[in-house]
């Protein structure tokens, strides 16, 4: 869980490993509280242009004032970055220079999402990233109170890696109807062992996590964004990767290595690059994070 306001992680270590040139079209993807993108519109002139993605109206109205009064064109959308290819044609772009992914999640958006994301709120069971679900989205309510037991108990040990899954997806289904995240919270804490209720991290975490990470999809959609970035890189351009889920590194660290085998392209970080001990001193939230770089190269690569 992420704790206090929000702070950019590897802030540096990305906009420098990007190599952004005054005229780029580079791509944020994870537009959030837009200490990334500020950084990186403050490279770009006149020519260059920041496009910017996030599923959250409120932070892409902080990141417009955030962004004023720059040099470069701005051109945000209200979009899962899996459809980045359909933003950059509505900003008027077939290509783009760079584009980052920073894949941690706000506090803010845990916290004061009124959609169930905090087991310390009594809320909805939604859990969406939009503030704006279709009818038919996937919601945890969903997921807790419809699918079968096996099937809960795999989400919760794959995506949360929570050891007690069994034992809770069993809770759950003997539960059925759970309505909101206290009542959740309730049915977990009933089906671990006491020790664990009473561990530093909240027996709750692991389960809100997987939840939240298979009603967006956002492992699916991590493959497909970067598939399409890839797409849509011109030779020499890069992507850069900041992961704080192990899940997420493996897709990242698995696509790049592909693509490098693939000839289109070489991967900058051998090794990710971690925070350093003042950052995470500074900003507990980036402790578990990763940054991956790649270069796509001159060409298409071999099929």
């Not at 059925?176 to 062992?193: F, G, H």
Request: hydrophobic fraction near 40%.
């Amino acid at each position: 869980m992420d704790h206090g306001p929000h702070k950019s992680v590897l802030l540096h270590e990305l906009i420098e490993g990007l190599s952004i040139a005054p005229e780029d079209a580079v791509l944020d993807a994870t537009l959030g509280g837009g200490g990334h993108a500020a950084a990186a519109s403050a490279l770009l002139r006149e020519g260059g242009i920041l496009v910017g993605i996030d599923l959250d109206a409120r932070a892409l109205a902080r990141a417009k004032e955030r962004l004023a009064g720059g040099r470069c064109r701005v051109c945000l959308r209200q979009e899962n970055f899996r459809n980045l290819d359909k933003v950059l044609a509505t900003c008027g772009l077939s290509s783009i220079d760079a584009a980052y992914f920073d894949l941690g999640v706000r506090s803010e958006q845990i916290e004061h999402s009124g959609r169930g994301m905090s087991f310390e709120r009594d809320e909805p069971l939604l859990m969406t990233f939009s503030d704006r679900p279709a009818e038919g989205d996937l919601t945890a309510s969903e997921i807790v109170n419809e699918w079968q037991q096996e099937s809960i108990a795999d989400v919760l040990y794959g995506f949360g890696g929570e050891r007690y899954s069994r034992r809770i997806a069993r809770a759950l289904v003997e539960h059925r109807p759970i309505k909101t995240t206290r009542e959740l919270v309730s049915v977990i804490e009933n089906a671990v062992p006491g020790r664990y209720r009473t561990a530093r991290i909240h027996c709750a975490t692991r389960t809100f996590q997987a939840l939240r990470i298979a009603v967006n999809d956002e492992l699916g959609a991590l493959s497909e964004g970067l598939s399409k970035a890839y797409a849509h890189l011109e030779a020499s351009g890069r992507i850069g990767v900041i992961t704080f889920h192990s899940g997420e590194d493996r897709i990242v660290k698995r696509f790049f290595r592909e693509r490098a085998e693939l000839g289109g392209g070489t991967i900058v970080t051998k090794k990710p690059i971690v925070p350093s001990k003042e950052e995470t001193a500074a900003n507990p939230r980036a402790r578990s994070a990763k940054l991956r770089i790649f270069q796509k190269n001159h060409g298409e690569p071999d099929q």
